[in-house]
């Protein structure tokens, strides 16, 4: 069907309201053509789009139609008695049309037999996972699109564990939305009325949300062992998103004095106080570097500033170094340092257990790693993507292993395994309580760092973005499988040793000369390729799976001066190799 026959499709049906039908008219042609030139697919990570009418992008039946996939998927797979009893978690972020599709996903549910645990107000990623597990709950929804601008939205489903569905949960749900008509002709029968479920908004008590943030706070190490007035004062920001009010509470509890930044500390689903809601970028930190220089004008004393994303799954950090000035950490950096806090406060305390474990994943630097191994903690990796850490948890737990830290480079963190996402709430707790464990040693984190660099070596990592605009993903991907079937032995001066290929399950050695199948067993088949080079540096290419783009993930070991022009040089001659300089 072309794009003006499903257009008149939709201007036709008595589903969609005026509002939407006087969009799509006064669309431009180009824009007509993006809105109905595909189908908005539900994919392995949920879907993500932006909001407003048309097949392509995210709306009322869009949302409609996958919901009722979702109910058909977990009515086969559990019966109509375990739904109705164990129930469905929906939370959302502050974004337009959040509580639309919320309500929306609700009918559906209710009206097929679920009963629905929900919230009035926008609620952090982590706390649906966790009221998933709470309720036992045959799935769970949460209605984000992450950091991405405010034009769109999205739809994430959440298994049993309250991990973002992986393997054969998540193959059989897309075919169980794919098999379905689209979002004008799709449908369902209710069952009869005194068989629906019910809707409970778990925020219309307050107990609910103190009884999970008294959950979060446990899991800080020193919380009833810090003694006098803590020397770290804390700036949050929630980016305008839905940590607004639990943020806040947890660090509060945990003990710290906190002041949230005015322009930030609101749902907003304009993000109107923020120039980006992603907590990797430096526009995130601006108003909290301000707010925490006003403060201390005024005698406040502030030296640590945490934000987390829109919907508070990622966290990220700046503080105050040694010379009294504001720095930035990546994610790869955090997660090092929490690491060997973690398993130093343990091993100081005779409490490191023997099968402990730490996981990350692929393109995760290699310090973390580093430090597990100065503990003598075993390390599993594996794809990118913090659904694998939520599942690996659960197999952890089959096969002896227990779980300690799981992290990946881009700001996710998980340090107790009762959430199975990456969770901003145990991070900032646990960031807040290792700087407060280092001033108390009369060092800054910087310092820290300095002294850890000295027993694992340092570690220069770097992501390049490159947009094949014009191209499209066809041309992307005829590009990376050119690299795959001729992948270079050599980069900016330095050997490959190995080239891994994630989605062919092959290793070339090119120091024997040999091409190996991959042993990887935690390691989902995706589209990747990782070149490890024999000064133990590491490239990974990983092209998106939804827009041309392709991401490269680059750690040098060595120091910063030395490393950045030969990571700018690596990323340049693969420009060349690609096609792109």
């Known amino acids: 069907m072309d794009y003006q026959t499903k257009m008149q499709e939709w201007l036709s049906s008595p589903l969609v309201d005026e509002k939407d039908k006087e969009q799509i008219r006064v669309a431009d042609e180009e824009t007509k053509k993006e809105m109905f030139s595909s189908d908005l697919h539900f994919g392995t990570a949920g879907m993500r789009a932006l909001l407003g009418p048309g097949s392509a992008r995210l709306n009322l039946l869009t949302v409609r139609r996958a919901t009722i996939g979702v109910a058909l998927f977990l009515l086969e797979r559990y019966g109509q008695e375990a739904c109705k009893t164990r129930g469905f978690a929906i939370s959302f972020d502050n974004r337009h049309y959040s509580k639309e599709f919320r309500d929306t996903a609700a009918k559906v549910l209710t009206e097929l037999g679920f009963n629905v645990y929900t919230f009035r107000d926008p609620h952090p990623t982590p706390e649906l996972s966790y009221t998933v597990r709470f309720f036992h709950c045959v799935g769970g929804l949460m209605l984000t699109a992450s950091h991405n601008p405010k034009e769109y939205n999205g739809y994430k489903f959440y298994d049993e564990e309250g991990c973002q569905g992986v393997y054969e949960v998540i193959d059989g749900l897309i075919a169980k939305i794919d098999s379905l008509p689209d979002e004008l002709h799709a449908s369902y029968t209710p069952v009869a009325k005194e068989k629906q479920g019910t809707v409970t908004y778990l925020d219309d008590s307050e107990k609910y949300d103190e009884d999970f943030t008294d959950k979060e706070v446990s899991t800080s190490l020193y919380k009833d062992v810090y003694e006098g007035e803590r020397l770290t004062k804390i700036v949050f920001t929630p980016e305008c998103g839905c940590d607004c009010k639990v943020g806040p509470m947890v660090l509060r509890k945990a003990g710290y004095t906190v002041s949230t930044v005015p322009s930030q500390d609101f749902f907003d689903p304009d993000f109107k106080g923020t120039p980006n809601p992603n907590p990797e970028t430096e526009d995130a930190y601006l108003a909290a570097f301000d707010h925490l220089k006003e403060l201390n004008e005024k005698g406040g004393k502030y030296n640590l500033i945490l934000a987390t994303d829109p919907d508070a799954d990622r966290m990220g950090i700046a503080f105050l170094n040694k010379e009294g000035k504001i720095q930035r950490f990546t994610g790869n950096q955090t997660g090092a340092l929490l690491i060997d806090f973690v398993l130093g406060t343990l091993q100081r305390r005779d409490e490191l257990p023997t099968n402990g474990c730490i996981c990350n994943t692929y393109v995760t630097g290699a310090q973390g790693a580093k430090v597990a191994s100065l503990y003598n903690i075993k390390v599993r990796t594996t794809a990118t993507g913090f659904k694998y850490i939520g599942n690996m948890a659960d197999r952890m737990r089959e096969e002896g292993?227990?779980?300690?830290?799981?992290?990946?480079?881009?700001?996710?963190?998980?340090?107790?395994?009762?959430?199975?996402?990456?969770?901003?709430?145990?991070?900032?707790?646990?960031?807040?309580?290792?700087?407060?464990?280092?001033?108390?040693?009369?060092?800054?984190?910087?310092?820290?760092?300095?002294?850890?660099?000295?027993?694992?070596?340092?570690?220069?990592?770097?992501?390049?973005?490159?947009?094949?605009?014009?191209?499209?993903?066809?041309?992307?991907?005829?590009?990376?499988?050119?690299?795959?079937?001729h992948p270079f032995s050599t980069l900016a001066g330095k050997k490959v040793k190995t080239c891994t290929d994630y989605e062919k399950r092959v290793v070339i050695d090119f120091e024997k000369g040999t091409r190996t199948p991959l042993v990887a067993p935690d390691i989902d088949t995706t589209n990747c390729l990782r070149f490890d080079f024999t000064d133990e540096s590491f490239l990974c290419i990983r092209p998106s799976g939804t827009e041309p783009k392709v991401k490269f993930y680059i750690e040098i070991v060595a120091p910063d001066e030395e490393a950045k022009p030969v990571a700018t040089k690596m990323a340049e001659e693969l420009k060349a190799i690609m096609h792109l300089a």
Request: proline share 0%; aromatic share 14%; glycine share 8%.
């Open 401 to 485: 292993d227990k779980y300690l830290f799981g992290y990946e480079e881009s700001y996710g963190y998980l340090l107790q395994d009762f959430i199975r996402d990456k969770d901003s709430l145990q991070g900032i707790v646990a960031v807040a309580d290792m700087v407060e464990y280092y001033l108390r040693q009369g060092k800054t984190l910087d310092i820290a760092l300095a002294d850890l660099d000295k027993r694992t070596g340092h570690y220069y990592d770097t992501q390049v973005n490159i947009y094949f605009h014009g191209a499209g993903l066809e041309k992307m991907n005829e590009e990376i499988e050119a690299v795959r079937n």
